[in-house]
């Protein structure tokens, strides 16, 4: 008899729809009116239950705000989010704790995100405290098994942040993220603060952690070599806007956004009789307070012609769930 089960698509955990956040500026002079600056402006994506997905770009592309919306740390402008096919973008984060159980963030400065006056093990217990969940010594069970699932030895128990290196703090930051066991967790920017070596055994435990728990990350970065290890699909950000989102390998191997292209070609290859075009861009980033016309890469963009000033492209969909937002996707 032949198989006729199907595997079930996993659970999207986590939606946002056009999404938008503004923050108000400076005035530029005395009587003028407030600037805008569109740190977000339209991000759509979904995340599916156990999946890794990579937001990337140059520093201030707003990946790092779309999170902090996410997690209602920020409220959204305009657009909604949904957390298992319910709005939470009116939520007041306040008044919604179960939410936090739920969704947790991994920030970039583990020392910034440890408090310095309290010792490691207080602090992983302290979700469970916040939570009432079990008795004090059931939490610090749970705490003592975090550390050792982290890789730890038991006497970092007792010790304080400062006394821990930065691999260890970041380990403590994950342990007391997941202990909770949340569906959705925001890496912003989790091992830039690392040396490279610590940064594979994060990104590896983060994977084991994965299988383990079936969580889903979002896994916001600047560095595409780590991306690639640890996501399954990658979206990319310019100035606010994902231009491009695919399946790891796809992108990888058939990047068709400009900017994506550039980003790729600079990431470096382990082997050296690879030879490989670097694409260099000219010019900053402009500002997002007064974004350029059309789209919104065409000041920097190598294939530019001249309609990519005037008219903003659509977002265009090819195989795979391969989208980009741009006029001549694949060309040059
Ligand atoms: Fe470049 Fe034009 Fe495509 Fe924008 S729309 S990325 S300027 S080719």
Redesign the pocket.
């Known amino acids: 008899m032949g198989n006729t089960l199907k595997a079930t698509p996993a659970e999207v955990v986590l939606e946002t729809r056009d999404l938008v956040r503004h923050f108000q500026g400076k005035r530029r002079h005395f009587l003028g009116r407030k600037t805008t600056i569109r740190a977000v402006d339209g991000v759509s994506f979904t995340l599916h239950q156990g999946e890794t997905l990579g937001l990337v770009g140059e520093s201030g592309c707003g990946k790092s705000t779309v999170g902090k919306v996410i997690l209602n740390i920020l409220q959204p402008t305009s657009g909604r989010v949904f957390y298992r096919g319910r709005d939470i973008s009116a939520l007041k984060a306040a008044a919604e704790p179960s939410l936090h159980r739920e969704m947790q963030m991994i920030f970039q400065d583990p020392l910034g995100a440890l408090d310095p006056r309290m010792r490691v093990g207080d602090q992983i217990c302290e979700p469970h405290a916040i939570f009432r969940i079990g008795t004090e010594k059931d939490r610090k069970q749970a705490a003592c098994e975090m550390l050792d699932l982290m890789g730890l030895k038991a006497h970092i128990y007792t010790r304080y942040p400062h006394e821990l290196s930065g691999g260890q703090q970041q380990r403590v930051v994950i342990a007391r993220a997941l202990i909770l066991r949340p569906k959705v967790v925001v890496c912003d920017e989790p091992i830039s603060a690392l040396d490279v070596s610590i940064k594979a055994q994060v990104i590896n435990l983060l994977s084991k952690l994965q299988d383990m728990l079936g969580v889903a990350y979002l896994f916001i970065s600047h560095d595409l070599s780590a991306v690639r290890h640890i996501c399954s699909r990658i979206a990319v950000m310019y100035l606010g806007q994902v ?1 491009e989102m695919a399946e790891r390998t796809d992108l990888f191997s058939t990047p068709l ?3 994506s292209k550039a980003l790729i070609s600079a990431v470096p290859v382990p082997d050296p009789s690879v030879r490989r075009n670097r694409i260099i861009l000219t010019g900053e980033p402009p500002s997002p307070i007064d974004p350029p016309s ?5 000041t920097r ?5 001249p ?3 005037e008219v903003v ?1 659509s977002l265009r969909t090819f195989g795979n769930g391969h989208t980009v ?5 694949g ?2």
């Open positions: 231009v956004h400009p900017y059309g789209c919104r890469f065409h963009c190598p294939i530019a012609q309609v990519c000033s492209p937002l741009c006029h001549f996707p060309e040059a």
